[in-house]
């Protein structure tokens, strides 16, 4: 089994940044791709973004291309998502994600193991 704990959540003005952080326990060692996804109220949740264990591989929503960047830590377990431009729409609850096994997925089927979320809130 593997552990996610997400912090760095936050309410921020439009324009500013934060930098989510997971951090993964357990059987790390089996973790392959490391996502992002975030859930709105009244809406489904979505892909925002995915790295794999090398992090030679890294895909985004087209919404946030430009605006975040994934990165990882493998010696810490951790990885990041550093927020910038940050707009009134990304407002929503932020989850990590992780799976044992490649391709990198986009879908939230794909991934076996989750954190509990994290709030991030944007104002105009």
């Known amino acids: 089994q593997v552990q996610l704990v997400e912090s760095g959540g936050g309410s921020v003005q439009a324009g500013g940044s934060l930098r989510l952080s997971c951090a993964a326990s357990?059987?790390?060692?089996?973790?392959?791709?490391m996502g992002w996804f975030r859930q709105a109220p009244g809406k489904e949740r979505e892909f925002v973004a995915v790295?794999?264990?090398?992090?030679?591989?890294?895909y985004y929503a087209d919404s946030v291309k430009g605006r975040f960047t994934i990165s990882r830590d493998n010696a810490k377990n951790t990885w990041y998502l550093q927020m910038n431009s940050l707009k009134p729409e990304d407002t929503a609850v932020y989850y990590c994600?992780?799976?044992?096994?490649?391709?990198?997925?986009?879908?939230?089927?794909?991934?076996?193991?989750w954190g509990q979320g994290t709030q991030v809130s944007v104002s105009s």
């Open positions: 994600a992780a799976d044992e096994a490649p391709p990198v997925g986009t879908t939230a089927r794909h991934y076996k193991y």
């Open positions: 357990g059987r790390t060692f089996s973790i392959y791709g």
């Open positions: 790295i794999s264990r090398s992090g030679g591989t890294t």
